[in-house]
């Protein structure tokens, strides 16, 4: 089995999009990007929870612990909510249309 390949920060943004956005970590955008990203929905959702764990809206205890790159991708949303929300949607739509497009 190859190793694990590291995170990058287009790949987080495009899930804060999906973060912010509450969709549920099963949903049919999860399963898209996570295709389009060539991961696992899992590890999608792993990703998910460690934003919600650094949330302090979020009203429920995750599991899962945040990685240094997702703390930095958070710290930059709350520095500029609306800039890093846009990147992050900018980042989601880029990395599927790569993806419908079959670029890497």
């Known amino acids: 089995m190859p190793p694990a390949r590291k995170w990058e920060r287009i790949e987080d943004l495009a899930v804060l999009h999906l973060y912010r956005g509450k969709v549920a970590r099963d949903s049919r955008e999860v399963l898209a ?9 899992k590890s999608i959702g792993a990703r998910m929870q ?41 980042a989601y739509l880029g990395i599927l249309n790569r993806y419908s497009m079959g670029r890497p």
Not at 59 to 81: C, I, M, N
């Open 50 to 90: 460690g934003f919600a764990g650094l949330d302090p809206a979020n009203p429920y205890t995750p599991s899962g612990k945040a990685t240094a790159l997702t703390q930095s991708v958070w710290a930059e949303y709350l520095a500029d909510r609306t800039a890093i929300a846009v990147e992050g949607q900018r």
């Open 33 to 41: 990007l996570a295709s389009a990203l060539e991961r696992s929905a």
